[in-house]
């Protein structure tokens, strides 16, 4: 086709009936299409709801404390081991020279006082004491004092739960009124004694517990005296004329019972239980043990800064006229002073059950006496109920070989006078070991458990260096409560049910209820959530880890004082009340 002869006529031209016509075509720049991607989306993010989501997942604690320590010098004795005498707080020291001065072998007289602080506190600053812990000339020191030990000479301090219990330790108890005594198996349940029995004519039998009842109006109680093979008898009142009596008296009906089970002063053990027609409402009593979850190097114990307790710390000049090797010094009484605890490894609870087999709701400081420099013996272990003392003596149970613990070890330990010793210390304790906690009682039926007495230990002078002129096998001492709880979780106060029929999202560790024909257990409440009784935890979370903090008073309990110097404040017997 010749283009130049091409000619464009418009459409009116052509005929009668057509019209002009524009033939441009309009292409738009705008564009309508986007390339699709395989699984492209798009989200509002409310970083609100991240959080809380992270927070109730993660497992991961950083748990921290303030122990503030509380101890009053309690205990003079004798010594006349050199290192021991030259460094002691001095009670009798005039008169203590002068028996120096007129011996034969001043190195043999025995000299009075107490340990100082140093040999209680969770430091030890006394790293520079010649002849004691550095050289003398050639004089050997006690021991050579390793300055990054400062923290572990005299406590340990360990992350640990509660992980199963024991069903059959062995336990002694005195009653405080009566002055009777017995032993009986934990798993037997509470002890008691009848104080008003049915040969008194009354319309109640009144029985008393040494410890905590924790019975309600209407519970029932299993007794280990059964009367004409009926064991089972009603609670129907609480207490009697005595201040606080409802928590350790309960009565039962007196209906004209004859023979021996209720007659005054008879003992014996009893169980709760909710409903006699059903056994799983009895409760259940045991010693909680623990797990250690931490190493001792894990530990980081430090001073609190900036904070002095409302108690005096006492200091003494002793002069250098009135010591045994004429040196002049400082001494230091009393403790009261706070300190930071952490750990440099985290806690991982995500296959953690405590001893009911439940997700752990508490993790636990737990504090154990070590007493590297040698003034104690072997570690003794019991509960609350044994530090009463009976006759003004030391608890007998103190002199029984159950109350001994398993972590003790005797050691000419490094640097220690070659003609001296053994010297005992307690062990340290690795991941993984166990070490017993407080009397318990749980009951399936309320999803509770209850802490009946908690679990001490008790620190003695070793006679050999530090002789307090009393029983060397029962002397007296000081107690301390290893244990000390940090809430992680919080179970709700109430139950929850779900019969047969509805079985749906039941927690691993519900309860079967024959009684309720359906699953019992107690919900855990979420992170943050506090309800109307203020129950729960809000602890800081931060980098996927929680951090749990709590304050704790640590205080290291006289047995009693055997203080009878006029210049020595006298410390006084300890109150055992509600406020312990």
Known sequence: MDIDKTKIILGSKKNVISIDTDTNINISLEQQSKELFEFDRSVDIDLQDVYNDERQKSTIFRPSCKLSVIFENSYAGLTNYTPFKNNIYYTNAIQNQINQITASTPSNVAWEGLPQAWEFDFIREDNNVSGYTTNLGSVTPHLYFVNKSATTYNWTYYMSYPFENDYNKNLYIIDDVTNSSWFWNVSDGIPYIIDIGSNENQNLIEIRCPVKHGLNLYDFVELSNDYNGNKYFQVVSLGNTGFNSEKYVFNISNIGYTGTTFLTNQQGTFKKIINPNNLETISKYYIRKHKILTNLEDSILTKTGFEETIFKTNYKKELQVLTPNNTERISLKDIKRSYNLSFNSDIN???????????????????????????????????????????????????????????????????????????????????????????????????????????????????????????????????????????????????????????????????????????LWRDIYEYGFIDDLGRGVDYPFLNNAHYPYDNYIFRIIPEGSNITNPNITTIPEPTIDECE
């Open 349 to 519: 609870i995500s296959s953690l059950l405590d001893n009911q087999k439940r997700p752990i709701s508490s993790l636990y400081f737990t504090v154990v006496w070590k007493g590297y420099f040698g003034w104690t013996n072997p570690l003794q272990q019991g509960w609350e109920f044994n530090q009463p003392l009976y006759l003004n003596n030391p608890n007998p149970w103190w002199s029984n070989v159950l109350s001994n613990t398993p972590y003790q070890t005797t050691s000419y330990f490094s640097g220690v006078l070659p003609t001296q010793g053994p010297f005992t210390y307690t062990n340290n304790f690795l991941s993984g070991s166990t070490i017993d906690g407080d009397f318990c009682e749980w009951n399936d039926y309320e999803q509770l458990e209850r802490v009946i007495s908690r679990y001490n230990h008790k620190i003695t002078f070793n006679p050999t260096w530090f002789d307090l002129n009393g029983d060397i096998n029962n002397n007296y001492g000081y107690f301390y409560y290893p244990h000390q709880e940090l809430k992680i979780k919080v179970f709700s106060d109430y139950i929850e049910t779900i019969t047969n029929d509805g079985l749906f999202d039941i927690p691993s560790y519900s309860f079967y209820s024959n009684l309720s024909n359906g699953f």
